[in-house]
């Protein structure tokens, strides 16, 4: 237990019960399936804000600003359960700035996604760096 942390035992296991449930659910789905397609994220690359409080940083999008935490939706799958995840490449925004979607995969399976990600950089070429900002 980490010190100070009121966390008990009974909050912990109830925690770890759900974490096991939503990886039994995947497990279900990758009984049929190789991978999950899903998007990285809901915006490209971004200035990284470093103020001190995290709670008050905020993400610049076309549909108006976003808190800077809502970035974690994206990598809760993978973090919760502990299935491996590839981000691979598809494309560029019109900026140029590179874009991509997340590979799910099975858990303890991380070559599913990687293969698949080495798949996808065949048809869609591969990295390329963007461009170097003037």
């Known amino acids: 237990m980490i010190p100070n942390d009121p966390t008990s035992h009974r909050d912990w296991g109830a925690a770890a019960g759900r974490q096991e ?44 600003p976003r808190p800077y935490l809502d970035l974690l939706k994206y990598i809760f799958h993978a973090t919760l359960t502990g299935n491996p995840a590839t981000v691979c ?26 293969d698949l990600a080495g798949r996808i950089a065949d048809l869609t070429g591969g990295f390329v760096p963007p461009p170097l900002a003037a």
């Open 21 to 64: 449930a939503a990886r039994h659910c995947w497990a279900d789905y990758f009984r049929d399936h190789d991978a999950f397609l899903m998007p990285e994220n809901f915006i490209t690359a971004f200035p990284h804000d470093h103020s001190p409080n995290l709670m008050e940083r905020k993400l610049s999008t076309p549909g108006g």
């Open 89 to 114: 490449r598809i494309g560029r925004t019109q900026e140029g700035l590179p874009c991509g979607i997340q590979i799910l995969g099975p858990y303890l399976e991380d070559a599913t996604p990687i």
